[in-house]
């Protein structure tokens, strides 16, 4: 079964061509094949299956078919499906079933898609290959010795094996986009407070979104469409008007394109084919009609160091409930309450999750607030005003979306400095909140994917996703 977009998937349902229950067996099947990657954390063999007889029984019997009608998606496992595992890629969640659906999830039901089961991730969200997960990792589609990237590597190899159709992701700091780049698909994340994150398991508040990776960008809008807008769950959900994706996609011309090109992602240290492949791709923009126009982010060097100093801060707190009372793994060997606390946290979590919940109690500790996360916070703020004043001259701001193609498998695990580069080009359009997508560019000449990353003003979605089909359709 070739499936190219929903598009064609939706028309051949529609007109009985293929039922809901042949689609989902064929994706069923494609994960069962595809077991030894690892991708899938748990497979809902019978309830998708089950989903997709009733979606059939509601077409025969002349049912209105929802936006999504008959869509196979892939979850991540940080996100809740009522009745499933909820596992966030740590032993501390290992048996913990959800008792609710995400905001989300919810709106991607009411509309017909069928979920086909939970995708793995690093533990927690937080890393950039998928090394941190406890249920070990997913070797790249494209080559078995690298890494997919992270944290959404589960859902990115999901979508671009035909594992799932389309995925959802979370992205803190890139862990959509980046994975998106190095699986060859796109990736987007929103603007913060455009999707809810109502029962999406919490990392950095302030920085976590809900994000869409799929084939191509029709796709991702329609997705997105269905997800956003204003969710009382979540008080920090936009209510900003949810505009019609598809059509903002279709308006948006290259003629006369304002893309901005900041020197700042383009240092000497980039890959060599990487910043051939970016530099290339906006060339052909130009010559499309497109205008290059070369801007300054003077302060992005501070991104990498600013991030970690506040998203480490807001994971302390927030990981603070898994405590082994409430959720998950408790210890066998606890005989007092702090020994339960003790235990069940030092053998429940992983390495980096420890990692960052010390580096945030550190630098949110009375002695050290002002030093790092006050100044921290302030980087942020000078973020916001730079990239604001940047997006008042141009459309859109363009660069590569990882320094360097996917990278083997235990190569950067033994230096969490060199790890977290990987999000240099992904992290300021989390910290300043604003909307930003991987968009696959080919292939470099080791075979590899390479992906160029852009970034819009708030709220945005429409008009970037209307720009990265252009790259798309360019290639
Ligand atoms: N790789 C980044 C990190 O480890 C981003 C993670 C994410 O976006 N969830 O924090």
Do not use: W
Request: glycine share 10%; charged share 25%; with cysteine.
């Amino acid at each position: 079964m070739q499936l190219s977009s929903y598009e064609d998937l939706r028309a051949r349902l529609l007109s009985h061509a293929v039922t809901c229950e042949e689609v989902v067996r064929f994706y069923l099947e494609r994960i069962d094949a595809h077991r030894d990657d690892n991708i899938y954390i748990t497979v809902f063999h019978e309830r998708a299956l089950d989903r997709a007889r009733s979606l059939d029984k509601k077409l025969r019997d002349g049912g209105r078919p929802g936006k999504l009608f008959g869509m196979p998606l892939a979850i991540k496992d940080n996100i809740a499906i009522k009745g499933s595992n909820l596992t966030c890629a740590s032993k501390i969640l290992e048996h913990y079933e959800s008792v609710y659906d995400a905001t989300s999830v919810q709106r991607l039901d009411q509309e017909d898609a069928v979920f086909l089961g939970k995708t793995n991730m690093d533990e927690f969200a937080m890393g950039s290959s998928n090394e941190n997960s406890s249920f070990g990792n997913v070797p790249n589609p494209f080559d078995k010795t690298r890494v997919p990237g992270g944290s959404s590597g589960g859902s990115a190899a999901a979508v671009a094996n035909g594992l799932a159709m389309v995925a959802l992701g979370s992205d803190t700091g890139g862990s959509v986009r980046q994975p998106a780049g190095f699986c060859d698909i796109v990736g987007m994340k929103p603007t913060y407070g455009r999707i809810s994150r109502y029962g999406l398991v919490a990392f950095a508040s302030s920085f976590d979104q809900i994000g869409v990776l799929a084939r191509n960008c029709d796709d991702a809008a329609l997705v997105l469409g269905v997800m956003a807008g204003k969710d009382g769950r979540d008080a920090t959900s936009s209510s900003h008007v949810v505009p019609d994706y598809a059509s903002e996609i279709t308006s948006v011309s290259v003629e006369g394109l304002k893309i901005g090109v900041p020197k700042e992602f383009f240092p000497e240290s980039l890959n060599q084919d990487v910043s051939r492949m970016v530099k290339g791709k906006l060339a052909e923009l130009r010559d499309k009609g497109a205008e290059l126009v070369d801007i300054t982010l003077p302060d992005s060097a501070y991104a990498i160091a600013a991030y970690y100093v506040l998203v480490t801060a807001e994971a302390s707190a927030n990981l603070a409930r898994f405590d082994g009372a409430r959720y998950g793994y408790r210890s066998k060997d606890a005989t007092d309450l702090a020994t339960m606390y003790v235990s069940s946290r030092t053998e429940g979590f992983g390495r980096e999750v420890k990692r960052r919940i010390m580096l945030g109690t550190y630098v949110l500790s009375a002695g050290y607030y002002d030093t790092y996360y006050k100044k921290a916070q302030q980087v942020r703020r000078v973020f916001q005003d730079r990239y604001r004043e940047a997006l008042e001259k141009v459309d859109v701001i363009a660069g590569p979306t990882s320094p360097f193609p996917p990278f083997g498998i235990g190569d950067k695990t033994g230096n969490p400095l060199e790890m977290y580069l990987a999000d240099v080009f992904t992290v300021p359009a989390s910290i300043v909140g604003m909307p930003a997508v991987s968009v696959p560019l080919g292939f470099d000449t080791l075979n590899l994917p390479v992906g160029m990353h852009l970034v819009c003003n708030f709220f945005e979605e429409g008009k970037l996703l209307g720009i990265a089909k252009l790259v798309q359709r360019f290639q």
